[in-house]
């Protein structure tokens, strides 16, 4: 099992520095497309690698190796494709939170403070408006005109957030 | 295979546990039922794996991981791996304005929607108030802004979390603040 955990470890760091030059030299408009394009190939190169490497790695000591190869196989891959969602996520987290830009604006502002109306100004409707044009961008959202509507995507999308907003109950305000 | 089953056991008494959880809760921290529920679900873990056989009682041999501490381990890193992305898909599903206009979206149907009245979704009277409505309260009672003659003045908890979001942002080459 340390063999696969090893190799998804290896590899995700790997990954984490190769998107980080991509989003600093190409800085890609559509961020998340840019991830699995450049993550997409690291997939059979694990399994690859998995292949091709001996079961201790040339270093693990033998109580670490013994378990069925297809566990080991499997459960690494299961990590990699969680350590790659939660970069993504983590992403996610520093590209879009609402609160960090809030306090970014705030300990930019003249003495480190704004009015409720100069807040709005600059995190309110501009975020609003700046997630429609990303979910037209990432195709959740179709312009017809002066009005938005939903694609087949953004229908899932709705649907799933729809449906969780009825099982769980996180208040929106 | 012993750690990633009893992982799979408290990750699903942990969903359980916070959809009845955020049920019943009143407050406004609904991050502490999920924590809550992590904390119950690792002792779930951590005493289910120290009570039962490494076999489970019906696992094949070749399907037992050898070092007992690497099963373990590796069961607590895939149970915290989910825990975030579960957290983080609630979260979003729940407040995030692009899910909002989703969801306001999906319930009109055909219609569409305008730009304005996309914006006026997360507002009453002044578009944009359902955003300051939940951010806000938190961040004061958080200690991170403080309310002072009409307007919010940064404190040092705050600073520092905005010193390192600038950090992310740099990290990932994002835009920093609105200009």
């Given at each position: 099992m340390l063999k696969g955990l090893l190799l998804?470890?290896?590899?995700?760091?790997?990954?984490?520095?190769?998107?980080?030059?991509?989003?600093?030299?190409?800085?890609?408009?559509?961020?998340?497309?840019?991830?699995?394009?450049?993550?997409?190939?690291?997939?059979?190169?694990?399994?690859?690698?998995?292949y091709i490497t001996p079961a201790d790695l040339g270093f693990l000591?033998?109580?670490?190796?013994?378990?069925?190869?297809?566990?080991?196989?499997?459960?690494?891959?299961?990590?990699?494709?969680?350590?790659?969602?939660?970069?993504?996520?983590?992403?996610?987290?520093?590209?879009?939170?609402?609160?960090?830009?809030?306090?970014?604006?705030?300990?930019?502002?003249?003495?480190?403070?704004?009015?409720?109306?100069?807040?709005?100004?600059?995190?309110?409707?501009?975020?609003?408006?700046?997630?429609?044009?990303?979910?037209?961008?990432?195709?959740?959202?179709?312009a017809r005109g002066d009005r938005f509507v939903l694609t087949p995507k953004g229908w899932i999308a709705g649907t799933v957030g729809l449906v969780a907003r009825r099982i769980l109950r996180i208040k929106a305000f | 295979m012993k750690?990633?089953?009893?992982?799979?056991?408290a990750l699903g008494l942990l969903v359980v546990g916070t959809v009845i959880g955020l049920r019943f809760y009143r407050g406004g921290k609904e991050f502490k039922v999920f924590l809550g529920a992590l904390v119950g679900a690792i002792g779930v873990y951590a005493g289910t794996f120290w009570l039962l056989p490494a076999d489970l009682r019906f696992l094949p041999t070749s399907w037992q991981e050898t070092s007992p501490a690497v099963d373990f381990w590796n069961g607590l890193l895939v149970l915290g791996l989910v825990f975030h992305g579960y957290w983080t898909?609630?979260?979003?599903?729940?407040?995030?304005?692009?899910?909002?206009?989703?969801?306001?979206?999906?319930?009109?149907?055909?219609?569409?929607?305008?730009?304005?009245?996309?914006?006026?979704?997360?507002?009453?009277?002044?578009?944009?108030?359902?955003?300051?409505?939940?951010?806000l309260p938190k961040l004061l009672q958080g200690g991170y802004v403080k309310e002072e003659a009409g307007a919010y003045r940064l404190l040092a908890r705050g600073e520092r979390v905005a010193a390192f979001g600038s950090f992310l942002k740099r990290l990932i080459n994002a835009r920093i603040g609105a200009q």
């Open positions: 998804s470890w290896m590899l995700i760091t790997v990954w984490v520095v190769v998107q980080s030059v991509v989003l600093h030299v190409a800085a890609p408009r559509k961020t998340f497309n840019s991830m699995l394009t450049w993550f997409a190939p690291t997939l059979p190169l694990y399994l690859l690698l998995y000591l033998s109580e670490y190796v013994g378990v069925d190869w297809r566990i080991g196989l499997g459960n690494g891959l299961v990590v990699y494709l969680l350590l790659f969602l939660t970069v993504g996520l983590f992403y996610s987290h520093a590209d879009r939170s609402i609160t960090i830009r809030l306090l970014i604006e705030l300990a930019r502002a003249p003495e480190q403070r704004l009015t409720l109306s100069e807040m709005r100004a600059m995190c309110g409707v501009a975020v609003l408006q700046d997630r429609l044009g990303i979910m037209v961008r990432n195709g959740f959202l179709a | 750690g990633l089953l009893l992982a799979s056991l898909f609630c979260y979003f599903a729940c407040v995030s304005p692009s899910m909002g206009a989703l969801v306001a979206l999906r319930l009109k149907g055909r219609e569409g929607t305008s730009a304005d009245e996309a914006v006026a979704i997360h507002g009453s009277d002044t578009p944009a108030d359902l955003i300051f409505q939940r951010r």
